[in-house]
């Protein structure tokens, strides 16, 4: 897991900086190659997090696989809500917010929008960004052995979740304003995983996944038509855009 959670990163890294000699978003002159260094860096943060969770899983239950785990926490009642198991759980949950873009490590998400639309579409709306949700959710044992880490995840994704949507209210750019969607559609599973609905949260990954995949597609087709009328600046601007 932890192998592909950092592989996904690095291509994500390199895939937003695809145009690495454009700047992107008419607003602020950024270049595609500052917005992949902060996706990189910030995932660092939290994969840090979720490394130092590993070590404390190995050292106290010497395995990494996950139903062996599950069973040992679950069969030992001194563990729940002590301080190990919450702090794996916030370990782990600290990966998650890097990697799925909650506060306070949200803010790469948007800016990861300089990639091609069609990464966009498949990394960071479908894929990458909901693998916070399945780590979560596949170690919902050690979660539900550490109530103030539930609470925790479950109040930070209430929080993004609001703060992203209204952010996203106010976006003129087609692909910011679907990015913040996102943010806040991960909020929102990360909320119901907090309240223990593991299969709530799994479920709307899978519809998350089709939807906002789509409206991403539906993005690009957008801002491809846009670009070839000479008229218009920016292709992305959706002030430019008519009624």
């Not at 890294?13 to 145009?19: A, D, E, R």
């Not at 919450?86 to 990861?112: E, N, R, V």
């Not at 579409?121 to 949700?133: E, F, N, Q, Y």
Request: contains cysteine; glycine residues 10%.
């Amino acid at each position: 897991m932890f192998l592909g959670w950092e592989g996904v990163g690095l291509c994500s890294y390199l895939l937003i900086g695809f145009w690495y000699d454009r700047k992107f978003d008419g607003f602020r002159i950024t270049w595609t190659g500052d917005a992949a260094n902060k996706a990189f860096i910030v995932n660092r943060i939290g994969d840090f997090g979720m490394l130092v969770a590993i070590f404390l899983i190995y050292m106290n239950f010497g395995t990494l696989e996950y139903i062996e785990v599950s069973n040992l926490v679950a069969g030992d009642y001194s563990l729940y809500d002590t301080g190990l198991i919450t702090a794996i759980a916030l370990l782990i949950f600290l990966g998650c917010t890097g990697k799925s873009a909650q506060i306070p490590l949200a803010g790469w998400l948007p800016d990861a929008m300089a990639g091609p639309t069609s990464v966009s579409a498949l990394i960071h709306a479908a894929t990458m960004v909901t693998a916070g949700i399945f780590l979560i959710a596949r170690n919902s044992v050690i979660f539900a052995s550490a109530p103030d880490a539930m609470m925790v995840v479950a109040v930070i994704g209430a929080a993004t979740a609001l703060l992203a949507a209204s952010i996203g209210l106010v976006q003129n750019d087609i692909k910011k304003v679907l990015a913040y969607s996102t943010v806040s559609q991960l909020g929102c599973m990360f909320a119901a995983l907090g309240s223990g609905a593991w299969i709530a949260a799994i479920f709307h990954v899978m519809t998350h996944a089709f939807f906002k995949a789509c409206l991403f597609l539906g993005s690009g087709s957008v801002i491809h038509a846009m670009d070839h009328m000479h008229t218009v600046k920016d292709g992305q601007d959706i002030r430019t855009m008519g009624n």
